[in-house]
């Protein structure tokens, strides 16, 4: 099974930037994808990015959309989410995921796997 281990995560003022990242690790490889959820307390965990291992298509959350930058390091198995422009709204824990589905035109499926999350907070 792949295990997800999440790092990067941080206290920032509004305006700066973050780099989360995730390394993929087990007796499994990545199948087809990667990406980013978010939660805030007491809701639902909430999609921010998603990239496929193969091809490299992106997809963003239209609250993140210009500000996040998702990429890869499929020789290390690692995801990252460079985060510019930071709100205070983007304040949440983090969490790393991989094999799911997403697309514009069938929206964002349940990962198989999750990492433990990694704590965002931006000020004012």
């Known amino acids: 099974q792949v295990q997800l281990v999440e790092s990067g995560g941080g206290l920032v003022q509004a305006g700066a930037s973050l780099r989360l990242s995730c390394a993929a690790n087990?007796?499994?490889?990545?199948?087809?994808?990667m990406g980013w959820f978010r939660q805030y307390p007491g809701k639902e965990r909430e999609f921010v990015a998603a990239?496929?291992?193969?091809?490299?298509?992106?997809y963003y959350a239209d609250s993140v959309k210009g500000r996040f930058t998702i990429s890869t390091d499929n020789a290390k198995n690692t995801v990252y989410l460079q985060m510019d422009s930071l709100k205070p709204d983007d304040t949440a824990v983090y969490y790393c995921?991989?094999?799911?589905?997403?697309?514009?035109?069938?929206?964002?499926?349940?990962?198989?796997?999750w990492g433990q999350g990694t704590q965002v907070t931006v000020s004012s």
């Open positions: 087990g007796r499994s490889a990545i199948n087809y994808s």
């Open positions: 990239t496929s291992w193969i091809g490299g298509a992106v």
């Open positions: 995921a991989a094999d799911f589905n997403f697309s514009p035109y069938t929206g964002v499926g349940v990962p198989d796997y």
